[in-house]
């Protein structure tokens, strides 16, 4: 299994799969209904599937991992993304939002003060707001760190659930 990629919010992994969509989508669920430990895990429908860290070991940096079931020229792959919990995400957002409008906004607020000829104390929202949003940015980092292991512990499971799918590799002579 390579290394999951953490320089983005929420990391990405892609799986080849050698074989139809459809087969492989049927294979995946039929393998998550199989496995005892993951009943009430995950839930899915059509080419979509998410996977979630079990109940008593949640937190709040804990991830779930959102797979989709794309078709390319081999057959089909596993796109997976890595995300906090839907409340997570939005509280995110929300706040990176409202950050940004405020330093926009006193930005140009600020400008039109300075080009009025008047005191620019609107300035200020963008010497607040970036330190903000860095601490945003560095919040998630850490969220991410915090999350690593159940990142590499629902990665794994699905890989093991891709291992069954996978025809036996004939020996070469």
């Known amino acids: 299994m390579e290394e999951l990629?953490?320089?983005?919010?929420?990391?990405?992994?892609?799986?080849?799969v050698?074989?139809?969509?459809?087969?492989?989508?049927?294979?995946?669920?039929?393998?998550?209904?199989?496995?005892?430990?993951?009943?009430?895990?995950?839930?899915?429908?059509?080419?979509w599937a998410e996977l979630y860290v079990p109940p008593g070991e949640r937190k709040i940096w804990s991830p779930y991992l959102s797979l989709r079931v794309d078709e390319d020229e081999n057959g089909c792959s596993v796109f997976g993304r890595f995300s906090p919990h839907p409340?997570?995400?939005?509280?995110?957002?929300?706040?990176?939002?409202?950050v940004i409008?405020?330093?926009?906004?006193?930005?140009?607020?600020?400008?039109?003060?300075?080009?009025?000829g008047t005191s620019a104390w609107a300035f200020w929202a963008i010497w607040i707001g970036l330190p903000l949003l860095a601490l945003?940015?560095?919040?998630?980092?850490?969220?991410?760190?915090?999350?690593?292991?159940?990142?590499?512990?629902l990665r794994t499971e699905v890989e093991d659930v891709l291992s069954e799918l996978r025809p036996p590799q004939s020996p070469s002579t």
């Open 5 to 16: 990629d953490t320089r983005h919010l929420r990391p990405t992994f892609t799986i080849p």
């Open 18 to 47: 050698n074989m139809g969509r459809a087969d492989a989508i049927e294979g995946i669920r039929a393998s998550f209904v199989a496995r005892e430990h993951l009943s009430g895990r995950w839930r899915g429908k059509g080419r």
């Open 87 to 98: 409340e997570v995400w939005t509280f995110f957002m929300f706040v990176y939002g409202s």
């Open 101 to 116: 409008t405020v330093v926009v906004f006193g930005a140009t607020f600020g400008y039109v003060q300075w080009a009025s």
């Open 136 to 153: 945003l940015h560095g919040v998630s980092w850490l969220g991410q760190r915090l999350g690593r292991s159940q990142m590499t512990q």
